[in-house]
């Protein structure tokens, strides 16, 4: 038996100092907005640490990501954390968003340089926009005293030369000022571990969030690692075998599956994490029962 597995079987679960956030992304239609709110109300009592909504290319994506930020915080007890990015904005036009969003009270923004709206285009920086994360990060310290998190890759952006670039990518990003990295989704945990040691030989030592994707279905969770350059070991491809068509049991599978990770993780002593909920509670929810994380006494509004 593998020993590094031994003290995660049947270890107690010290719940009280694991710290989650989870993130949402702006609806698009009236039934995708009642799923989003229904999911929010269902994860709220779990007093996550943060929720952060994704921000798209689009303006009336935009416009979206505004609008369930503003109602996280007018409506709930969360704080939210607001994704920008510099995709096809002036500088002069991210710079309010920004303070849009720091006088409207959100003091958290997750800083992204963004994928072109078009899939399958390579990206090119706004004439007079932030050109990279690194900018938009050097910008928003400019705006206001922001919290800042920026991302990570354990196993590379897709369009970096070398991890090492990856690497000193992310350094300077926290240089700059960013206070927590949150990762791109991955399963492979011995590739987290091994991006871990190199994060700790470049002096990074601001928290590094393992980004937790729940599989709702294997082959967009395929589609989607394939985008953004996860694994997705071959053990995967069996464990989801013949289950296209049994979501129940694929379910299970799937819930499973993100427990053994998170308990591997914490056995190397992870203690925050970040859930990419797709807007679904259900996974989510029970995956953070099994940790040990439970619902904690009611919450008001902000506002209230
Ligand atoms: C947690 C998380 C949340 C996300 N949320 C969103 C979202 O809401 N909306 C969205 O559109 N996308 C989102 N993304 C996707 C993200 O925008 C893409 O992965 C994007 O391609 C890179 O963004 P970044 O912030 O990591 O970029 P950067 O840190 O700027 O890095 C991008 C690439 O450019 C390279 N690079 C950086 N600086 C330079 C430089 N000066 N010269 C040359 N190369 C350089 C890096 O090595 C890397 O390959 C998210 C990703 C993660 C992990």
């Known amino acids: 038996m593998n020993a590094k597995l031994q003290p995660v079987i049947g270890a107690a679960l010290p719940a009280h100092d694991l710290s989650v956030s989870f993130e949402f992304f702006p609806p698009k239609t009236e039934a995708m907005q009642a799923q989003l709110w229904d999911c929010i109300q269902r994860l709220e009592p779990l007093a996550p640490a943060f929720v952060s909504v994704t921000y798209g290319a689009g303006g009336s994506t935009r416009e979206r990501t505004h609008e369930t930020v503003a109602r996280i915080r007018q409506e709930t007890r969360l704080e939210p954390a607001a994704h920008l990015t510099c995709v096809a904005a002036s500088r002069d036009e991210v710079d309010a968003v920004a303070r849009a969003y720091w006088e409207s009270g959100v003091r958290h923004i997750v800083a992204l340089r963004g994928d072109p709206p078009e899939a399958g285009t390579r990206y090119a920086p706004h004439p007079e926009g932030y050109a990279f994360a690194l900018d938009l990060v050097q910008g928003l310290r400019r705006v206001a005293d922001f919290e800042i998190s920026v991302a990570a890759y354990p196993e590379g952006h897709p369009e970096a030369p070398s991890l090492e670039a990856d690497i000193d990518t992310l350094k300077r990003k926290i240089d700059a000022g960013a206070t927590r990295a949150i990762t791109q989704f991955f399963f492979d945990v011995d590739a987290y571990r091994r991006f871990m040691d190199r994060v700790a030989a470049a002096n990074i030592t601001v928290p590094i969030v393992p980004g937790i994707l729940p599989v709702v279905g294997f082959a967009t969770a395929k589609r989607f690692a394939g985008a953004c350059g996860a694994s997705v070991p071959a053990w995967m491809d069996e ?66």
């Open 239 to 304: 464990l989801f075998d013949g289950l296209d068509n049994d979501p129940e049991t694929r379910k299970l599978i799937a819930a499973a599956l993100a427990v053994e990770q998170c308990r591997l993780l914490m056995a190397d002593g992870v203690r925050d994490f970040h859930f990419y909920t797709l807007n679904r509670p259900d996974l989510v929810q029970a995956i953070c029962h099994a940790l040990g994380v439970r619902p904690q006494a009611a919450h008001g509004s902000h506002g209230a």
